[in-house]
């Protein structure tokens, strides 16, 4: 099954479960991919969340329900997800600017149509890339957990960098690394954590026998075939950017696909918001069968 076919039967699951609890779970195996890698990806290609969409249209669902005059908004409420009335009617009346009443009354509702993959001619651009088998190794880590609820993770691990910029984290990190000239974002995507959370940490190669400071942690990487794309500019939309592009534009057209356990961002030692700053995305990939 190649990426698009399993991105569509996803979507083509959540719209056959939009009523009731939809199963992330469920819609992930239809991509092939870990709920986590599902929603992330999820949110590079469409521009949003998963949860937005699934609200946007279950909520376009409910509206077309009420406006046919025969739903009740209790049950119309509970139909689409919502725990109560109440909560039910204050997300209807933010989406289509009335209240699920003055639905049922005639008044205009908004429409948000469901999404499918479709095949389209750009213009043609290179990208850059190569493709690295790289032996395991070490790295010295400070993790934390972040969400892709909404996104969150757009504007939570850009925070991230920051604070651990200013308490002295990436000096201490560069300290202990043997060339002190590149640190690592590294985004773990296949733990048993959650649906939406994972762990992301910061972090600069080590050595395995190295002491740990406290408040850090070493991880071997695995023995990896590795897809490593240079991306040029400021951070952090330089980087979103080249991801939308690797998913939309590599991945569907190469003899290659993610293994979707990790990734990570390299970052050299530098002015990370200047336009010309050189920047890396590391993919684990293996070869479509």
């Not at 190569?130 to 395991?136: A, E, G, L, N, R």
């Not at 990896?224 to 991801?243: D, H, K, N, Y």
């Amino acid at each position: 099954m190649d990426w698009m076919t399993g991105f569509q039967r996803a979507l083509d699951y959540i719209e056959a479960h939009l009523q009731g609890e939809l199963d992330v779970a469920a819609a992930a195996r239809e991509a092939a991919c870990s709920p986590f890698y599902f929603q992330r990806l999820f949110g590079i290609l469409c521009g949003m969340s998963l949860g937005e969409y699934v609200r946007a249209r279950r909520l376009t669902l409910a509206g077309r329900d009420l406006a046919a005059g025969g739903a009740k908004v209790l049950d119309t409420a509970l139909q689409y997800g919502y725990d109560s009335p109440e909560s039910f009617a204050r997300a209807f009346q933010r989406f289509h600017g009335v209240t699920p009443s003055e639905a049922r009354r005639g008044a205009p509702l908004k429409s948000f149509a469901p999404l499918s993959v479709q095949i389209t001619l750009k213009g043609g651009q290179i990208m850059d890339y190569k493709i690295v088998d790289k032996p395991s190794f070490t790295l010295l880590e400070r993790v934390e957990r972040h969400s892709v609820a909404d996104g969150r993770n757009e504007n939570t691990i850009p925070d991230f960098w920051t604070r651990t910029q200013a308490d002295g984290t990436l000096e201490r990190l560069l300290a202990q690394a043997p060339d002190k000239t590149y640190l690592f974002g590294v985004c773990y995507g296949n733990q048993p954590t959650d649906d939406k959370t994972f762990d992301y940490a910061i972090a600069a190669p080590a050595d395995p026998s190295a002491p740990v400071p406290e408040g850090f942690r070493l991880a071997e990487i695995p023995a990896r075939t590795w897809a490593v794309f240079p991306c040029l500019g400021p951070m952090p939309e330089a980087i979103q950017s080249l991801w939308h592009r690797i998913i939309t534009e590599f991945f569907p057209g190469s003899e290659y696909e993610p293994t979707y356990e990790l990734d990570m961002e390299a970052y050299p030692v530098g002015d990370m918001s200047a336009e010309d700053y050189p920047s890396e995305i590391w993919v684990p990939v293996r070869k479509k069968k």
